[in-house]
Antibody, heavy 117, light 107 residues
Framework: QITLKESGPTLVKPTQTLTLTCSFSGLSLTSTGEGLGWIRQPPGKALEWLALIYWTDDKRYSPSLKDRLTITKDTSKNQVVFTMTNMDPVDTGTYFC??????????WGQGILVIVS | SFELTQPLSVSVALGQTARITCGGDNIGSKNVHWYQQKPGQAPVVVIYRDSNRPSGIPERISGTNSQTTATLTISRAQAGDEADYYCQVWDNTIGVVFGGGTKLTVL
């Protein structure tokens, strides 16, 4: 059974850097086709993909935000760390990590609400 | 840039059939996945690669994909189907692309 859980600050100030951790179990992130991504959702709005890291350590970022984003993995700790710099109130929302297998986001964490104020 | 277009809302009478569309340039050439999200919960995949159901998803939920439109069909709609639905594809230039989401209301 795959489980994912997001952790990090729930309140950040404008201009600060947000660092979130996704802790996972039931997957290795070392097998062909595996990936883990971050998606956010402003209150009452749609899902927005942010970043993705593959089992090969290849990384992909949303083109509109790539200058602010970093994603890394530590498979020995079963964690993926996501950072977003220069936070703004418009970045307020729920941030999800999700397991990607063969192109499908098959498993999601419960999400963490981050407020920028 | 590649975009996916969904209607903001769809309404369906209890027991009837709801269809939610997802439009995109040549979407028929891509694998489309559909997610259901209920209030306060994380999304759950209900259809993957156009028309495949994960285990536990009822047969009355189905998907098709042709040329410019992918469609999620929910037959015999139930109150428990009320949710937001998102289509998603992978674009080689952008990465993961989500549609804007459709709110399904069961009347």
């Amino acid at each position: 059974q795959i489980t994912l859980k997001e952790s990090g600050p729930t309140l950040v100030k404008p201009t600060q850097t947000l660092t979130l951790t996704c802790s996972f179990s039931g997957l290795s992130l070392t097998s062909t086709g595996e990936g883990l991504g971050w998606i956010r959702q402003p209150p009452g709005k749609a899902l927005e993909w942010l970043a993705l890291i593959y089992w090969t350590d290849d990384k992909r970022y949303s083109p509109s935000l790539k200058d602010r984003l970093t994603i890394t993995k530590d498979t020995s700790k079963n964690q993926v760390v996501f950072t977003m710099t220069n936070m703004d109130p418009v970045d307020t929302g729920t941030y999800f990590c999700a397991y990607r297998r063969d192109g499908i986001l098959t498993d999601w964490g419960q999400g963490i609400l981050v407020i920028v104020s | 840039s590649f975009e996916l277009t969904q209607p903001l809302s769809v309404s369906v009478a209890l027991g009837q059939t709801a269809r939610i569309t997802c439009g995109g340039d040549n979407i028929g050439s891509k694998n489309v996945h559909w997610y259901q999200q209920k209030p306060g919960q994380a999304p759950v995949v209900v259809i993957y690669r156009d028309s495949n159901r994960p285990s536990g998803i009822p047969e009355r939920i189905s998907g098709t994909n042709s040329q410019t439109t992918a469609t999620l069909t929910i037959s015999r709609a139930q109150a428990g189907d009320e949710a937001d639905y998102y289509c998603q594809v992978w674009d080689n230039t952008i990465g993961v692309v989500f549609g804007g989401g459709t709110k399904l209301t069961v009347l």
